[in-house]
């Protein structure tokens, strides 16, 4: 070409979730039985719609108006229906107006990080979320800055990392927290949020909370959301129903902004993330008038109840099979449908292996081995792949030091589920004892 095409910041985005992909269907295209653990797709993993959704979605189908525009933020009435929802918390009161919809939470991350000048900075937590760590790098062109979730503290974030991160570092303006979280799995609580805050009010920053996952917890936990806490102070509030209705295929997300009037900067902020809605027209209707439908239908409580009691289940299954392997740091989840497993690194070594029978998937393994600097966690990925089929998404992945992987507790199948990770544990026992 003659001159280059891409912006600085741009060979930033990576999403491994997705990349291990290609390394899966060439092992299936050997004969190799895949199992999907590398993406959270409740759908891929067996969940049933129930039939009274089903129902709501086809009567709107055949309806004329669902096949037109929006306004650019969204459908009214659904737009009122969720600053309801969010004004019965008691905490920040918003309208409709404080409503923004996208096509999916990853557009609404990157129309966020677009329109941030590159040196203004959003801390996040690590092992972090890859669109949220891409988007950030991108659009400052450099490493992402995060702030540390300890894995012998249940995950909880090192508050005293992220306070010396925030004052010795006045590019950042703002905290990104995602509550639940994932990859972890763990949720905030209350107390750990107003910290966040108190950072937050002390250097006068923005507060972003991804609560996508918001109403996924089990075995007695309940999460709080950042309204409830935020006070006055600026904050967004990222959502959406892929998870929790499950619909991923629909590409449905929504922005809440609180106190919109805090601070200048940041209503210029919403006024902007607001026009580029309008020039892109609107997003996609059909999901978004279904949301007043489905959650305000009777069943709706009882089913989101019913789904979380058997993650929650799952999560204790999952804790039965691997908290006792010697070389593995293991918590059990307490949200949304992950589980990050971390090596202790004393037991991870660079020449250990499993057995690959078939010769075609060891040559393509050696292949892949051949990766110049490949983090240890990866290589014990690409062994699980190979050996068993089973597809992980390696942590370093994650923009994080530690070194693991992360796992889904999506399998609806018990049977399947616990034969899966009863395979998992074996490989992790003889990866580390060979």
């Given at each position: 070409m003659r001159t280059i095409l891409l912006r600085p910041g741009a060979e930033?985005?990576?999403?491994?979730?997705?990349?291990?992909?290609?390394?899966?269907?060439?092992?299936?295209?050997?004969?190799?039985?895949?199992?999907?653990?590398?993406?959270?797709?409740?759908?891929?993993?067996?969940?049933?719609?129930?039939?009274?959704?089903?129902?709501?979605?086809?009567?709107?189908?055949?309806q004329d108006h669902t096949y037109g525009y929006a306004d650019s933020k969204g459908v009214l009435e659904t737009r009122k229906f969720l600053a309801n929802l969010n004004n019965q918390k008691k905490g920040v009161q918003i309208t409709a107006e404080d409503v923004l919809f996208f096509n999916g939470l990853g557009d609404a991350?990157?129309?966020?990080?677009?329109?941030?000048?590159?040196?203004?900075?959003?801390?996040?937590?690590?092992?972090?979320?890859?669109?949220?760590?891409?988007?950030?790098?991108?659009?400052?062109?450099?490493?992402?800055?995060?702030?540390?979730?300890?894995?012998?503290?249940q995950w909880l974030p090192d508050m005293e990392d992220l306070y010396n991160k925030v004052k010795y570092n006045p590019s950042i303006?703002?905290?990104?927290?995602?509550?639940?979280?994932?990859?972890?799995?763990?949720?905030?609580?209350?107390?750990v949020l107003d910290g966040f805050v108190r950072i937050a009010r002390e250097f006068k920053l923005l507060l972003i909370a991804d609560?996508?996952?918001?109403?996924?917890?089990?075995?007695?936990?309940?999460?709080?959301?950042?309204?409830?806490?935020?006070?006055?102070?600026?904050?967004?509030s990222l959502k959406g129903i892929s998870k929790e209705f499950p619909w991923p295929g629909s590409r449905c997300g929504w922005m809440e902004f609180y106190n919109r009037d805090a601070s200048k900067e940041f209503s210029k902020l919403v006024q902007t993330l607001e026009n580029a809605?309008?020039?892109?027209?609107?997003?996609?209707?059909?999901?978004?008038?279904?949301?007043?439908?489905?959650?305000?239908?009777?069943?709706?409580?009882?089913?989101?109840?019913?789904?979380?009691?058997?993650?929650?289940?799952?999560?204790?299954?999952?804790?039965?099979?691997?908290?006792?392997?010697?070389?593995?740091?293991?918590?059990?989840?307490q949200g949304a449908f992950y589980n990050t497993i971390v090596f202790d690194e004393a037991f991870l070594k660079s020449n250990q292996s499993l057995p690959i029978e078939n010769q075609q998937v060891k040559v393509l393994l050696e292949s892949w081995l051949q990766e110049e600097n490949m983090p240890l966690d990866k290589r014990f990925v690409y062994y699980l792949l190979a050996s068993t089929g089973i597809c992980v998404v390696p942590i370093s992945s994650f923009c994080s030091d530690l070194r693991g992987f992360r796992v889904?507790?999506?399998?609806?199948?018990?049977?399947?589920?616990?034969?899966?990770?009863?395979?998992?544990?074996?490989a992790i026992k003889a990866y580390l004892g060979s």
């Amino acid at each position: 070409m003659r001159t280059i095409l891409l912006r600085p910041g741009a060979e930033e985005l990576n999403y491994e979730i997705r990349g291990i992909v290609k390394k899966a269907r060439q092992i299936e295209a050997l004969g190799q039985t895949i199992t999907w653990e590398n993406i959270g797709d409740p759908i891929q993993k067996n969940n049933k719609i129930p039939t009274w959704i089903k129902e709501i979605v086809s009567e709107l189908v055949s309806q004329d108006h669902t096949y037109g525009y929006a306004d650019s933020k969204g459908v009214l009435e659904t737009r009122k229906f969720l600053a309801n929802l969010n004004n019965q918390k008691k905490g920040v009161q918003i309208t409709a107006e404080d409503v923004l919809f996208f096509n999916g939470l990853g557009d609404a991350i990157a129309k966020l990080y677009q329109f941030l000048i590159p040196t203004a900075r959003i801390i996040g937590p690590s092992p972090a979320y890859s669109t949220h760590s891409s988007a950030e790098a991108a659009h400052a062109n450099t490493a992402p800055i995060t702030y540390k979730l300890d894995p012998d503290n249940q995950w909880l974030p090192d508050m005293e990392d992220l306070y010396n991160k925030v004052k010795y570092n006045p590019s950042i303006v703002g905290i990104l927290i995602i509550n639940p979280d994932n990859p972890t799995g763990m949720v905030y609580p209350k107390e750990v949020l107003d910290g966040f805050v108190r950072i937050a009010r002390e250097f006068k920053l923005l507060l972003i909370a991804d609560e996508i996952y918001q109403n996924i917890t089990y075995n007695g936990i309940e999460a709080v959301a950042l309204s409830e806490v935020v006070g006055d102070l600026p904050a967004i509030s990222l959502k959406g129903i892929s998870k929790e209705f499950p619909w991923p295929g629909s590409r449905c997300g929504w922005m809440e902004f609180y106190n919109r009037d805090a601070s200048k900067e940041f209503s210029k902020l919403v006024q902007t993330l607001e026009n580029a809605k309008m020039i892109e027209v609107c997003s996609t209707i059909l999901p978004q008038i279904s949301i007043p439908k489905i959650m305000s239908h009777a069943n709706y409580k009882s089913y989101r109840a019913a789904e979380n009691e058997k993650i929650g289940k799952r999560s204790q299954i999952l804790n039965e099979l691997l908290a006792d392997i010697p070389g593995i740091k293991f918590n059990p989840t307490q949200g949304a449908f992950y589980n990050t497993i971390v090596f202790d690194e004393a037991f991870l070594k660079s020449n250990q292996s499993l057995p690959i029978e078939n010769q075609q998937v060891k040559v393509l393994l050696e292949s892949w081995l051949q990766e110049e600097n490949m983090p240890l966690d990866k290589r014990f990925v690409y062994y699980l792949l190979a050996s068993t089929g089973i597809c992980v998404v390696p942590i370093s992945s994650f923009c994080s030091d530690l070194r693991g992987f992360r796992v889904t507790l999506l399998e609806d199948d018990e049977v399947t589920f616990k034969n899966t990770f009863t395979r998992l544990a074996d490989a992790i026992k003889a990866y580390l004892g060979s």
